[in-house]
């Protein structure tokens, strides 16, 4: 359970799709960034824009606020591996990103039984994900449900009400009628 969530918080969502980072995926294949990226490369006519791409600076830029906590919070942190610092910590080259669809792929490229176990689990989160967001979406519909129908009800108990004061109005008429002091003759 601890590796999904790990592997859900290295889930990032760039240009509307759901990613994850060349990096990361190493990390957990334990591999290389650059031997994950070398297979790529030697490989990439299996992978399509809509599989991998590189990250734009801006991107990159807006995402690493969201590295960094991940990195604090998480112990199964990919900077645990790289404890020396200095030379290579920092990439000069802008990460490549790869869509489940491109993870699925990656499964083609990495032999190792590692990487092709890590697969299954990452390929069942992005299903686990899509899952949620499909409940998600059920719930939203039911709760706009729940509310179209409250505001049917209160326009039938405002109904009611406008009743009940009508009657109550019409009965309190009828009292103050029959208790009105009498004028005439009294037998």
């Known amino acids: 359970m601890r590796i999904i969530t790990s592997i859900q918080n290295r889930i990032y969502e760039v240009r509307g799709l759901r990613v994850m ?26 992978f399509p824009p809509d599989f991998m791409f590189q990250l734009s600076k801006e991107e990159y830029e807006s995402l690493r606020f969201q590295f960094e906590t991940l990195e604090e919070q998480d112990s199964l942190s990919p ?19 790869f869509t489940e669809h491109g993870i699925a792929m990656l499964s083609g490229v990495l032999n190792s039984e590692k990487a092709i176990a890590m697969n299954i689990e990452i390929i069942r989160t992005f299903i686990e994900l899509r899952q949620l967001a499909s409940l998600q979406n059920d ?49």
């Open 21 to 46: 980072l060349d990096r990361d995926l190493a990390w957990l294949y334990e591999s290389e960034t650059k031997v994950l990226n070398l297979a790529v490369k030697r490989n990439i006519r299996r």
């Open 139 to 187: 719930w939203k519909k039911q709760i706009s449900e729940i509310k179209q129908s409250i505001v049917h009800h209160d326009a039938q108990l405002n109904q009611i009400y406008e009743a009940l004061e009508n009657l109550l109005d019409e009965t309190a008429a009828q009292r103050r009628w029959n208790e009105r002091e009498r004028i005439g003759f009294r037998k």
């Open 79 to 97: 900077k645990t591996l790289n404890t020396r610092g200095g030379r290579g910590q920092h990439s000069k080259y802008m990460p490549y990103v």
